[in-house]
């Protein structure tokens, strides 16, 4: 039995397993320094910088700041 494909992937558009494909390409929305922000994980914090196009400095309080990937679903703006 040969492990080759037999033929080509067929592509479906409106197949669930698309979204993840499209959310990737597009840019994440950037957050403004200053706004409030929750984190699943670090509770309630504010954006004190943002290092790039997808990521944000976030000041959690308690000494605790942390660098998040905006593309995180953790990551929620109150």
């Given at each position: 039995m040969s492990?080759?494909?037999t033929g080509r992937r067929r592509?479906?558009?409106?197949?669930p397993f698309n979204a993840g494909?499209?959310?990737?390409?597009?840019?994440?929305?950037?957050?403004?320094?200053?706004t409030r922000v929750a984190h699943e994980r670090?509770?309630?914090?504010?954006?004190?910088?943002?290092e790039d196009d997808r990521t944000v400095i976030i000041d959690f309080g308690g000494g605790e700041v942390r660098r998040v990937?905006?593309?995180s679903s953790k990551l929620e703006t109150l």
């Open positions: 492990s080759q494909p592509h479906l558009p409106n197949s494909r499209e959310a990737a390409a597009r840019p994440p929305e950037l957050i403004p320094v200053g670090y509770g309630l914090g504010r954006v004190v910088a943002a990937n905006l593309d």
